[in-house]
């Protein structure tokens, strides 16, 4: 049961290069979000996805695109790498239409912006 | 618009000692109360939530927490802390497809 999965885990890139964090889920949920994680901070909402072909802004959308072209896949875009995007980012699912449930979350990956 | 605060970013405790983690929250709507812990260098997990029903919730592993709505607290309490509970604890409000997070306590379990 492989649940939420994140890839890379650890990523390091330079300013101004562009990279996909890739999401996937195979527990058939709708709802799918990413946050990212800086240290006291807590987790801030970037972009979520209540389905194919559905997404909208969370609270830090800037610097960010997303798309979802299927239930189980959720790729977070970075265009223009910037130091402020280093951080740890996570990607979670949630199968209750009402939110309710629990979000599943994947093990994260860490980016740093040199 | 929903927010959550956490009063306190570091907890230390020694083992077997009582702790709570206190966390506040705003809303404008009904919403579902979580909370979540965070083990180092791993994904968050839920470890309770309160969505109805009674204001006392509780966890396998001897966590509780309970819905105030008056004072709209949702304290999480163990009467006696292991190491094993050194982690990082989130409060979360849900209200529609949103889940928000506070900013974190980290529970520091000394021997």
């Known amino acids: 049961n492989a649940g939420v999965t994140q890839t890379p885990k650890f990523r390091i890139l330079k300013i101004g290069q562009s990279m996909t964090l890739q999401c996937t889920q195979d527990?058939?949920?709708?709802?799918m979000y990413w946050y990212r994680q800086d240290p006291g901070m807590g987790l801030k909402l970037i972009y979520y996805?209540?389905?194919?072909?559905?997404?909208d802004k969370g609270e830090v959308p800037n610097g960010y695109n997303v798309s979802r072209s299927t239930t189980e896949d959720f790729p977070l875009r970075l265009e223009l790498a910037a130091p402020s995007q280093t951080s740890v980012y996570f990607c979670a699912s949630n199968l209750d239409r009402s939110n309710t449930g629990e979000l599943f979350f994947g093990e994260g990956s860490r980016l740093t912006v040199l | 618009a929903q927010s959550v605060t956490q009063l306190d970013s570091q907890v230390p405790v020694f083992e077997e000692a009582p702790v709570e983690l206190r966390c506040n929250y705003s809303?404008?709507?009904?919403?579902?109360l979580f909370w979540y812990v965070q083990y180092p260098n791993q994904g968050l997990q839920l470890l309770l939530k309160y969505l109805s029903g009674s204001t006392l919730v509780e966890s396998i592993n001897g966590f509780e927490a309970e819905f105030n709505k008056s004072q709209t607290s949702f304290h999480l309490r163990k009467p006696s802390v292991h190491i094993s509970d050194t982690a990082e604890y989130f409060c979360a409000v849900s209200g529609g497809f949103k889940t928000i997070f506070g900013a974190g306590t980290r529970l520091f379990v000394k021997a």
């Open positions: 996805s209540v389905g194919a072909g559905i997404t």
């Open positions: 809303s404008s709507v009904s919403v579902y």
């Open positions: 527990m058939n949920h709708n709802y």
